[in-house]
């Protein structure tokens, strides 16, 4: 690996410069599986995270469970097609069973490192579950250094880099905690840097605003079934946790203790919606009895925390609620992905992880953390490797190709615009569109078009405005990422004339077989979106359960 300083002569900004084989965007699951890998292969390998490695994101925080099912053909047919309904039938059969099959070689290679799965009352490991995901990103992290991946904490990339030919060709971006600007020229990318769930702020969510989709698209990438981008998840109204798991057992009222009819964490989740709406709803873990308690006070600790902070029973008393935006972290959109490398439309760039759409296994339901965790794992591994072996075919040319930077709004200045865009504020237009119930949940004609219409005005002003100063280049990136990911969204949302999957459309609220495709979407400023047809064998037993 190649790396040099150097340092302008009229600026205190340090530039360091790094030359490498694979160069993977984030710091997740799929990222450092990606850069396992991709080390594995025997190649050089870079990891820039925006936070640090091994405690941002979604998944260090929370802990999840996993998709991991054992090698019974009956198990694994019923692991398949318990969710297909949900998703509206846009999953693909081989690629769960490539999904399912990887996981589980995965999560046993993770026992054999060290991870400290919990066993049953006969010493079975019971691997279905990530609980101690700060030991499992810890793991991961030791894994990545000792395999010789250098890692640049604090580090978002801002834009990608491309050759001549249109190939990327690695990326810059900006070192949060000096200023510093880096570059790092690689034969090959992978964009693993999580969902967009609009800093709502839901637990390890506040690095997730879908840098990686507008890196992407300004490469030339497509994305895949950004409609199913709506996952509200339940939590405490004084809490980021946003684990719905525990609500199995939760009782919902309304402010004077009467019982809200049909309310639920799963099948009465829009019930909660529409009472919120007009009033607050508030929920106790009444169902749960003393056994079970006992159980969850063990499982999970960091939702009893914030509870026990307070000096609140959730078994006994009555707690406000809210539902946080999760976006695409729990719902299904992202960077399309075109065949089991995990490789983009653009050559050179692969995508993992809620970065990458999971309608390949999911549809157009959220995974829940299950599904999800699956998917990082086995799309890191596959996404790493895929990297590596195309970095390695263009061998030593690769890091002597002409490049130049993609990123254009919100980095840089229309010199002939006198007006400036301030981030927080193009934050808060955005939240305001993707937040409400009434918009992105109960979804409208009407109500998505008047938000499109306000989110390409947002769109403009940032495209005809003067670049911002130096310490609000971060934010301005996923300010801008955060408006091209709600004009993807709600695009597509619009062209789905049905309802499928999370997408609920009220003024189509019925499930159309006609309507039995993918919806693809792109560009910036002219954003475009069209369907891409799917076999038959799926829609076959759509029309089945229709």
């Known amino acids: 690996m190649s790396i040099y300083q150097s340092e302008s002569d009229n600026s205190s900004t340090s530039q360091l410069n790094l030359e490498t084989d694979v160069l993977v965007i984030g710091g997740g699951p799929a990222a450092t599986w990606a850069a396992w890998n991709a080390a594995a292969q025997g190649v050089r390998v870079v990891l820039v995270d925006k936070g640090y490695c091994g405690t941002s994101g979604a998944t260090a925080p929370s802990g999840t469970g996993v998709w991991y099912v054992p090698p019974d053909p009956q198990q694994r047919e019923a692991a398949m097609a318990s969710r297909e309904a949900l998703g509206g039938f846009l999953s693909e059969r081989p690629w769960m069973e490539r999904v399912l099959d990887q996981t589980y070689t995965n999560l046993n290679k993770l026992s054999d490192w060290g991870y400290p799965f919990p066993v049953d009352d006969e010493g079975r490991p019971h691997r279905r579950s990530l609980q101690q995901a700060h030991d499992y990103m810890r793991l991961m992290r030791k894994k990545i250094t000792r395999a010789g991946v250098k890692i640049l904490d604090h580090s978002p990339a801002l834009e990608l880099l491309v050759d001549t030919e249109g190939v990327v060709a690695g990326a810059k971006g900006i070192c ?19 969902g967009c769930a609009f800093l709502s702020k839901a637990l390890g969510c506040n690095v997730l605003t879908g840098d990686g989709y507008l890196m992407a698209a300004e490469a030339g990438a497509e994305m895949s079934g950004m409609e199913f981008s709506n996952a509200y998840a339940l939590s405490p109204a004084f809490s980021s946790v946003t684990k719905g798991a525990y609500y199995r057992w939760a009782t919902f009222y309304y402010q004077d203790g009467t019982e809200i009819e049909g309310a639920g964490s799963q099948k009465g989740r829009s019930i909660i919606a529409r009472t919120l709406l007009n009033q607050p709803v508030y929920a106790c873990l009444d169902k749960a009895t003393p056994e079970i308690q006992a159980m969850l006070r063990t499982v999970q600790h960091n939702f009893l925390l914030p509870f026990d902070r307070m000096g609140i029973d959730p078994f006994t008393q009555h707690f406000p609620v809210t539902l946080r935006l999760e976006g695409t972290v729990r719902g299904t959109g992202g960077i399309r992905i075109t065949d089991y490398t995990c490789a983009s439309t653009v050559p050179g760039l692969y995508a993992a992880g809620d970065a990458a759409t999971r309608e390949l296994i999911c549809g157009g339901f959220t995974g829940g953390g299950s599904h999800n965790a699956a998917w990082a ?41 006198s007006s400036s865009f301030a981030p927080s504020e193009v934050i808060r237009a955005v939240q305001a569109e993707v937040f409400p119930y009434d918009r992105n949940l109960f979804r409208t004609e009407q109500g998505l ?7 390409n005005h947002l769109w403009k002003e940032i495209r005809n405005s003067q670049g911002v100063s130096e310490d609000q280049a971060v934010q301005a990136r996923e300010a801008t990422a955060m408006v091209a990911t709600a004009r993807w969204m709600y695009s597509s949302a619009l062209e789905r004339k049905e309802s499928r999957g999370m997408h609920k459309h009220l003024d189509y609220p019925e499930q159309d077989p006609n309507q039995y495709h993918r919806l693809l979407s792109g560009g910036l400023d002219r954003v475009w979106v069209k369907p891409q047809k799917l076999e038959t064998t799926a829609k076959e037993r759509e029309l089945v359960a229709l």
Do not use: H, P
């Not at 949060?176 to 999580?194: L, Y």
């Not at 061998?395 to 615009?417: I, M, Y």
């Not at 078009?449 to 989110?455: A, D, I, M």
């Open 377 to 417: 794992t086995s799309s890191g591994y596959w996404a790493g490797e895929a990297a590596a072996n195309y970095a390695r075919q263009l061998g030593t040319q690769a890091n002597q190709r002409t490049v130049r930077g993609l990123g254009e709004a919100g980095v840089s200045a229309n010199n002939a615009s």
């Open 449 to 455: 078009t008047e938000s499109l219409g306000r989110l």
């Open 176 to 194: 949060r905690q000096t200023g510093d600007r880096w570059t790092v020229k690689a034969g090959a990318v992978v964009i693993a840097t999580g």
